[in-house]
């Protein structure tokens, strides 16, 4: 290895396509890679052209283009551009142009064929990764934030969707040996059983598969994601960000040595996340550790482009103005607190509404189901108490004596009114927030006991939920689990649970983005102050005059 094939070997080492490649494949491949630069707006290769070979990205983005022009994709640093070449397609399927100044290193198709053929694991990486872009296409992920990546996805061996085939098949295959047996004296009801038990045993067959395929593992640009469904019954979704990422360890049983499956094992800071029964476990977990390195990485041409602006605007040049507004929007400074309202106000204000958001804060209250179980009792009591005064009144209950009848009915309308507006109000205080800093569990009971939990977005370390039951998954409500620490919060019992978790992942993600920019700031600051000062005391020492050196004796002139 020499000095020029270093910067190639050291961007290799963040690429996930080539984490399964040792050094010493590393150090041989970076000699066939080819620097090439692009300048702002240039085109790497347009659509329809041949393919020549792939591209790794070094500096500077590139945009993917389809044939009607429009963008599908900003690639940067460390991204593989031209994947035609691993499939062995013939001409490029996009175009791909510079948006900046970019600098790219190109493997031409022989070295990729070489690959494939000579390296083993490289084979697999690229078979891992290209089944993770099938995989995702075909699953719908509206939680997803915008611009978020899956770098990876992984299910289940497949053999455990022949394991969860074969039960309701041996079911079938006992109810149609049951019938032919009895198909000589009961010709009919044979026959019809045997159309039940397959109706049967093919929905429990389809329910199988459906369940298995819902099961996956996910590796995002942002986080790790474990989802878990079962049709019908329970729904969960775990994830956590990639900054808690602390190993990746592999362990394997001896049916999973024989089988070829292993569990991938990330080690956060509250615990694992295991990637379950996964086959290539191993090169999947080497994935999982290039897309964390990947994602530690600092954008240094960026830095150095933003230290630049900072030194120039101390420096009195490009000096720009920084609204009031902008300057509130930097520091993250509260609004104002809302006006003060009236009791019936604020008794009617978002009367059934589960979920508002006011001033950046959103409030989430517990589904309406759980509204209408509180309340259904005495809602029964007040329609039946109407009616019984109603009946007083009019004289069609004669049995009950007038004045004792409207007292026991305006006695029981009252009660029941009073429990029913109760109930209310304490569905109502019940309240989970989310602010731009913070989550708030919030629990008042009327004229009682009020408590409040609350959590700083920087301190939660993992985010779950789940539906579990027939109810709760048709009318998808359920309980949202965020980890702080050693303690939990949980949001129960709210409306779209999945929403709530992607509402608090994303607040989590502009909060520490706004944080780290704020830091960076101030340490830009620092810099450039420290070059102002040096600038002034450069400045101030070449306008002194020379000072005589203390340590030279001094001479003096006598008069002649």
Request: charged fraction near 20%; glycine fraction near 4%.
């Given at each position: 290895?020499?000095?020029?094939?270093?910067?190639?070997?050291t961007?290799l080492?963040?690429?996930?396509?080539f984490?399964?490649l040792?050094?010493?494949?590393?150090?041989?491949?970076s000699e066939?890679?080819?620097m090439?630069?692009?300048?702002?707006g240039e085109?790497?290769?347009?659509?329809?052209?041949?393919?020549?070979g792939?591209f790794?990205?070094?500096?500077g983005?590139?945009?993917?283009?389809?044939?009607?022009?429009?963008q599908?994709e900003?690639?940067k640093?460390?991204?593989v551009?031209?994947t035609?070449a691993?499939?062995?397609?013939?001409?490029?399927?996009?175009?791909v142009m510079?948006?900046?100044?970019?600098?790219v290193?190109?493997l031409?198709?022989k070295?990729?064929?070489?690959?494939?053929?000579?390296?083993?694991?490289f084979?697999?990486?690229?078979?891992?990764?290209?089944?993770?872009?099938?995989?995702?296409?075909?699953?719908p992920?509206t939680w997803?934030?915008?611009g978020?990546?899956?770098?990876?996805?992984?299910?289940?061996?497949?053999?455990f969707?022949?394991?969860?085939s074969?039960?309701?098949?041996?079911?079938?295959a006992?109810?149609w040996?049951?019938m032919v047996?009895?198909?000589?004296?009961?010709?009919f009801?044979s026959?019809?059983?045997?159309v039940?038990?397959?109706?049967?045993?093919l929905l429990?067959?389809?329910?199988n598969?459906?369940?298995w395929?819902n099961?996956?593992?996910?590796?995002?640009?942002?986080?790790?994601?474990?989802?878990?469904?079962?049709?019908?019954?329970?729904?969960?979704?775990q994830?956590?960000?990639?900054?808690?990422?602390?190993?990746?360890?592999?362990?394997?049983?001896?049916?999973?040595?024989?089988?070829?499956?292993?569990?991938?094992?990330?080690?956060?800071y509250?615990?694992?996340?295991?990637?379950?029964r996964?086959a290539?476990a191993?090169?999947?977990?080497?994935?999982?550790?290039?897309?964390?390195?990947r994602?530690?990485?600092?954008?240094?041409?960026?830095?150095?482009r933003?230290?630049?602006?900072?030194l120039r605007?101390?420096?009195?040049k490009?000096?720009e103005?920084?609204?009031?507004?902008?300057?509130?929007?930097?520091?993250?400074v509260v609004?104002?607190?809302?006006?003060?309202?009236?009791?019936?106000?604020?008794?009617?204000?978002?009367?059934?509404?589960?979920r508002h958001e006011?001033?950046?804060?959103?409030?989430?209250?517990k589904h309406?189901?759980?509204?209408?179980?509180?309340?259904i009792l005495?809602?029964?009591?007040?329609?039946?108490?109407i009616?019984?005064?109603?009946?007083?009144?009019?004289?069609?209950?004669?049995?009950v004596?007038?004045t004792?009848?409207?007292?026991?009915?305006?006695?029981?309308?009252?009660?029941?009114?009073?429990?029913?507006?109760?109930?209310?109000v304490?569905w109502?205080?019940?309240?989970?927030?989310?602010?731009?800093n913070?989550?708030?569990?919030?629990d008042?009971k009327?004229?009682?006991?009020?408590?409040?939990r609350?959590?700083?977005?920087?301190?939660?370390?993992?985010?779950e939920?789940?539906?579990r039951?027939?109810?709760p998954m048709?009318?998808n409500?359920?309980?949202?689990?965020i980890?702080?620490?050693?303690?939990?919060?949980?949001?129960?019992?709210?409306?779209?649970?999945?929403?709530?978790?992607?509402?608090?992942?994303?607040?989590?993600?502009?909060h520490?983005?706004?944080?780290?920019?704020?830091?960076?700031?101030l340490?830009?600051?620092?810099?450039?102050?420290?070059?102002?000062?040096?600038q002034?005391?450069?400045?101030?020492?070449l306008?002194l005059?020379?000072q005589?050196?203390?340590?030279?004796?001094?001479?003096?002139?006598?008069?002649?």
């Amino acid at each position: 290895m020499n000095e020029q094939t270093q910067p190639i070997l050291t961007l290799l080492r963040e690429v996930p396509l080539f984490s399964g490649l040792t050094i010493e494949e590393l150090e041989r491949l970076s000699e066939e890679f080819i620097m090439v630069e692009l300048p702002k707006g240039e085109m790497l290769y347009r659509i329809q052209e041949v393919t020549d070979g792939l591209f790794v990205i070094d500096t500077g983005q590139l945009e993917l283009v389809d044939e009607d022009g429009r963008q599908l994709e900003v690639l940067k640093h460390g991204e593989v551009v031209g994947t035609e070449a691993l499939n062995y397609l013939p001409t490029r399927q996009k175009t791909v142009m510079a948006l900046t100044d970019s600098r790219v290193y190109f493997l031409p198709n022989k070295q990729v064929q070489a690959l494939y053929a000579d390296v083993p694991t490289f084979k697999e990486t690229a078979s891992i990764l290209f089944n993770s872009v099938r995989l995702a296409s075909h699953i719908p992920m509206t939680w997803l934030e915008p611009g978020e990546k899956i770098y990876l996805m992984a299910r289940k061996h497949p053999v455990f969707l022949l394991f969860r085939s074969l039960p309701p098949i041996a079911a079938f295959a006992i109810i149609w040996f049951l019938m032919v047996l009895l198909s000589s004296q009961y010709a009919f009801w044979s026959l019809a059983g045997l159309v039940i038990g397959f109706i049967f045993c093919l929905l429990w067959l389809v329910w199988n598969i459906n369940n298995w395929a819902n099961d996956f593992y996910l590796i995002t640009s942002n986080r790790m994601v474990w989802v878990e469904h079962v049709t019908g019954f329970y729904e969960s979704r775990q994830e956590a960000p990639l900054s808690t990422l602390l190993s990746v360890g592999i362990k394997t049983s001896q049916p999973g040595h024989f089988l070829g499956y292993s569990d991938v094992i990330v080690r956060t800071y509250i615990g694992d996340i295991r990637f379950e029964r996964v086959a290539h476990a191993r090169t999947i977990g080497k994935l999982i550790e290039a897309n964390w390195a990947r994602g530690k990485r600092i954008d240094l041409e960026l830095d150095a482009r933003e230290i630049r602006k900072a030194l120039r605007q101390k420096f009195g040049k490009e000096a720009e103005d920084i609204t009031a507004k902008d300057l509130q929007a930097e520091l993250g400074v509260v609004e104002q607190a809302p006006k003060e309202v009236n009791f019936f106000q604020w008794l009617f204000s978002d009367f059934i509404r589960i979920r508002h958001e006011v001033g950046g804060t959103i409030t989430y209250r517990k589904h309406w189901l759980i509204l209408l179980r509180k309340i259904i009792l005495p809602l029964i009591v007040l329609v039946l108490s109407i009616i019984f005064v109603v009946a007083i009144i009019t004289h069609n209950l004669t049995q009950v004596d007038y004045t004792m009848g409207l007292v026991a009915g305006y006695f029981l309308v009252f009660v029941a009114a009073g429990l029913l507006v109760y109930q209310y109000v304490d569905w109502r205080n019940d309240l989970f927030q989310l602010t731009p800093n913070q989550v708030i569990d919030l629990d008042r009971k009327p004229f009682g006991r009020e408590s409040r939990r609350s959590a700083p977005l920087e301190n939660i370390l993992s985010i779950e939920y789940e539906r579990r039951g027939l109810i709760p998954m048709l009318f998808n409500y359920g309980t949202v689990y965020i980890r702080i620490g050693n303690a939990q919060l949980t949001f129960n019992d709210v409306y779209q649970p999945s929403v709530v978790q992607q509402d608090i992942f994303t607040r989590m993600r502009q909060h520490a983005q706004e944080s780290d920019k704020r830091a960076t700031m101030l340490e830009r600051e620092r810099v450039a102050q420290w070059f102002k000062v040096f600038q002034e005391e450069v400045a101030q020492d070449l306008t002194l005059p020379p000072q005589s050196d203390p340590t030279r004796p001094i001479r003096t002139e006598t008069p002649n």
